[in-house]
């Protein structure tokens, strides 16, 4: 099992585990749930539900992953299987990505 830390503009939000290659939960924080100021990490996981559950990596999650030529690139750099969306997804997401997200690995 492998966990990320979710953060929307450096604030914790939550936690998305895999369990599996084909079971993924994403876990609001309790503090992060409980306030009425803070938005949902994406339309797709809005705070109507504090835990989801999917059989694949959620697409709000894989749509943060390189596509093409340059995910080749970082599988072939990083040494990651081409089909470990979890993994890719906590090699390249923690610093620099396109929107509000980074994600930080758990270490267990």
Aim: aromatic letters at 12%; a neutral charge.
């Amino acid at each position: 099992m492998r966990k990320l830390a979710i953060y929307r503009n450096k604030e914790y939000a939550g936690i998305l585990t895999e369990k599996s290659r084909t079971e993924y939960t994403f876990r609001y924080d309790d503090a992060y749930y409980a306030d009425t100021n803070k938005p949902a990490i994406s339309l797709t996981l809005p705070k109507s539900q504090q835990e989801y559950t999917n059989a694949v990596l959620f697409p709000f999650f894989f749509n943060m992953l390189s596509e093409g030529v340059n995910r080749q690139l970082q599988n072939r750099l990083l040494k990651i299987d081409e089909q470990d969306n979890f993994g890719l997804l906590a090699a390249t997401a923690q610093y620099d990505t396109i929107g509000a997200i980074t994600v930080k690995p758990i270490e267990q």
